[in-house]
T-cell receptor, first 115, second 113 residues
Framework: EAGVTQFPSHSVIEKGQTVTLRCDPI?????LYWYRRVMGKEIKFLLH????????ESGMPNNRFLAERTGGTYSTLKVQPAELEDSGVYFC?????????????FGPGTRLTVT | AQSVSQHNHHVILSEAASLELGCNYS??????LFWYVQYPGQHLQLLLK??????LVKGIKGFEAEFIKSKFSFNLRKPSVQWSDTAEYFC???????????FGKGNQVVVIP
């Protein structure tokens, strides 16, 4: 069974540019999460989708971040325009909607560097 | 503020030594507790979890953790580490009723052969 995949693995962009990160969850997982780890800090929750609906977006830092999950399959996280403080590793995770929904499976992450 | 605390962010020890990583949280109410591990070049993966029942939980690769409710702690232990245990370890808390994981800053553990 394929795990959670993320694309790209690395992205280097200049301040002010736009970047779109993609996450493909495990097939059949209705729950999809985005997290971010800024260097030296803890991994922080950004948002949670149940299928195509945003269940919880309390962790989104500001309106430069836009997450979508059209059709309830893969998700994208767009940062526009990117700022220096957006640099970090962006993780995606997925889980079942039924038990054990609490077991979140993580992707390898996308390392974003904003220069 | 609600938080998850992990101390001793960098730990270096020799093979066969015992390992204990502390985790304290400040969330009230019912919580679910997790330890995740990230081996070099690999994904974050679940090491063990506590939901209810026996406060001593056993996970993969010989790891165990003990939930002490009165101390708001969920410490991770392994009696005898191996070189392959070199990794970063994260404690995480999920409050009952939501799916968000709140992580500690992680412990970078290096095991010297």
């Amino acid at each position: 069974e394929a795990g959670v995949t993320q694309f790209p693995s690395h992205s280097v962009i200049e301040k002010g540019q736009t970047v779109t990160l993609r996450c493909d969850p495990i097939s059949g997982h209705d729950n999809l999460y985005w997290y971010r780890r800024v260097m030296g800090k803890e991994i922080k929750f950004l948002l949670h989708f149940v299928k195509e609906s945003k269940q919880d977006e309390s962790g989104m830092p500001n309106n430069r971040f836009l997450a979508e999950r059209t059709g309830g399959t893969y998700s994208t996280l767009k940062v526009q325009p990117a700022e220096l403080e957006d640099s970090g590793v962006y993780f995606c995770a997925s889980s079942l909607r039924t038990a054990p929904y609490y077991e979140q499976y993580f992707g390898p992450g996308t390392r974003l560097t904003v220069t | 503020a609600q938080s998850v605390s992990q101390h001793n962010h960098h730990v270096i020890l020799s093979e066969a030594a015992s390992l204990e990583l502390g985790c304290n949280y400040s969330y009230g109410g019912t919580v679910n507790l997790f330890w995740y591990v990230q081996y070099p070049g690999q994904h974050l993966q679940l090491l063990l979890k506590y939901f209810s029942g026996d406060p001593l939980v056993k996970g993969i690769k010989g790891f165990e953790a003990e939930f002490i409710k009165s101390k708001f702690s969920f410490n991770l232990r392994k009696p005898s580490v191996q070189w392959s245990d070199t990794a970063e370890y994260f404690c995480a808390v999920m409050q009952y009723g939501n799916n968000r994981l709140a992580f500690g800053k992680g412990n970078q553990v290096v095991v010297i052969p």
